[in-house]
Nanobody, 115 residues
Framework: QVQLVESGGGLVQPGGSLRLSCVASGSIFGFNTMGWYRQAPGKERELVATMTSGGTTTLADSVKGRFGISRDNAKKTVFLQMDSLTAEDTARYYC?????????WGQGTQVTVSS
């Protein structure tokens, strides 16, 4: 059974930075996509960034130029570097894995941007 565990969330001031990590465990076969979604109160869950095992990335327009995604395939880990954070980035961030026709979710880590 695949499990995803996020870490790195917390409280940060506007303009600050955070780096989120997600470690996957279990069997992951061949090609896969890992990434991040977020959900704020009263809003739909939205894609933030993804990266395939082949290196193809996607970024939401709202975070382009501020966020970056990277992977360490040997450690089955994906990172989200978040810079220039604003209050609109406040949300619970969820790690996501798509592999072998199945999708998996972590429990999420809270990011709060506030003065």
């Amino acid at each position: 059974q695949v499990q995803l565990v996020e870490s790195g969330g917390g409280l940060v001031q506007p303009g600050g930075s955070l780096r989120l990590s997600c470690v996957a465990s279990g069997s992951i076969f061949g090609f896969n996509t890992m990434g991040w979604y977020r959900q704020a109160p009263g809003k739909e869950r939205e894609l933030v960034a993804t990266m395939t095992s082949g290196g193809t990335t996607t970024l939401a327009d709202s975070v382009k130029g501020r966020f970056g995604i990277s992977r360490d395939n040997a450690k089955k880990t994906v990172f989200l570097q978040m810079d220039s954070l604003t209050a609109e980035d406040t949300a619970r961030y969820y790690c996501h894995l798509h592999n072998n026709g199945r999708r998996y979710w972590g429990q999420g880590t809270q990011v709060t941007v506030s003065s």
